[in-house]
């Protein structure tokens, strides 16, 4: 059974950095492209940020462009979500996501099939 576990959200003030960490157990990362999506209560999904398969390319959204940066440790499994400069407009639940193979949109939640529970953050003013 693949299951996607975040850690790492929580509550910071405006202007601190937070680390996500994204890892799968029944899966490997090796070969999929690895997505990391917000959603803030009554908005759609939206993507952050996303790295390919052996992390050729990194992708962000303009929103985050220059604070968030995506990385991966395919040796470990595990991708994360480097989350610097924090406003409270980031503040949201963020979930990772995995594909089955390679990505053509990145930040597309329809090219992810497989999804975690999401690991809550909280951005104070």
């Known amino acids: 059974q693949v299951q996607l576990a975040e850690s790492g959200g929580g509550s910071v003030q405006a202007g601190g950095s937070l680390r996500l960490s994204c890892v799968a157990s029944g899966y490997s990362f090796s070969h999929s492209c690895v997505g990391w999506f917000r959603q803030a209560p009554g908005q759609e999904h939206e993507g952050v940020g996303a790295i390919s398969v052996h992390a050729r390319m990194a992708y962000s959204a303009d929103s985050v462009k220059g604070r968030f940066t995506v990385s991966r440790d395919n040796a470990g499994n595990t991708v994360y979500l480097q989350m610097n400069s924090l406003a409270p407009e980031d503040s949201a639940m963020y979930y990772c996501?995995?594909?089955?193979?390679?990505?053509?949109?990145?930040?597309?939640?329809?090219?992810?099939?497989?999804w975690g529970q999401g690991t809550q953050v909280t951005v104070s003013s």
């Open positions: 996501a995995a594909t089955r193979g390679d990505c053509w949109s990145p930040l597309s939640k329809n090219e992810y099939h497989y």
